[in-house]
């Protein structure tokens, strides 16, 4: 791959291919480039995802009751874990609907809100400088007393999680080298790694100038 990117390979443990035989993880390394704040060329983009789904959803409750929560929370009860929390980007379409802004962070971490927006799964950015690999997708507990969730998790712990969002890694405008990922759990057929792939890298290219790198995966 070349460049100073560290963690060249996704795994997914056994304990996730139990519960999701069909879970894969599209997901990109990107490097160089610039990372702005509140680029003006995500606005379009932004405005598209959010109209159509404040059409599409209306109520909290509309929320729970996805296909794409439901793939991710009845397995979780099958094994215990009964935590009523929505996944972290539907906590996030829930301030969407009731008519709160959009939360500007960076324009990748941006783009990553968007892009599970778009697709109504979990997807994250996080800085591949601040990661010891190896990296895994794990059905662990992200914090002492909590249950466990599918979690990204490198050889010093959890990264980030479906329901606890991102813990540490978080990308910033002083990032060089980062990666973002869609956790796809293979609703009906999962989605298309091509299209889900190319969509990705022109939204990130766009917003940034990166230059893309595939990171090998499982699945």
Request: hydrophobic share 45%; glycine share 8%.
């Amino acid at each position: 791959m070349g460049g100073m990117i560290q963690v060249q390979r996704i795994t997914v443990s056994s304990r996730i291919r139990e519960l999701w035989p069909a879970l894969r993880i599209h997901a990109l390394s990107f490097a160089g480039g610039k990372i702005g704040i509140g680029n003006p060329a995500i606005d379009p983009l932004r405005r598209a995802i959010l109209t159509r789904l404040r059409h599409r959803i209306h109520t909290p409750r509309e929320i729970l009751e996805l296909p794409q929560q439901k793939a991710f929370d009845l397995p979780l009860r099958g094994i215990g874990s009964s935590s009523s929390r929505p996944l972290r980007h539907l906590a996030l379409l829930a301030d969407v609907i009731a008519g709160r802004p959009f939360p500007v962070i960076n324009d990748v971490v941006d783009c990553a809100h968007l892009t599970a927006l778009f697709h109504l799964l979990p997807a994250f950015a996080w800085d591949l400088g601040s990661l010891t690999p190896p990296l895994q997708v794990d059905l662990i507990p992200p914090a002492v007393e909590e249950e466990a969730e599918p979690c990204l998790v490198d050889a010093r712990g959890p990264v980030a999680g479906i329901r606890c969002g991102q813990l540490r890694a978080a990308v910033t405008t002083a990032t060089r080298e980062f990666a973002v990922g869609i956790v796809d759990p293979g609703l009906e057929g999962g989605l298309d790694p091509t299209r889900t792939c190319r969509r990705l890298a022109n939204w990130v290219r766009a917003l940034t100038g990166a230059t893309v790198r595939t990171l090998e995966q499982d699945g």
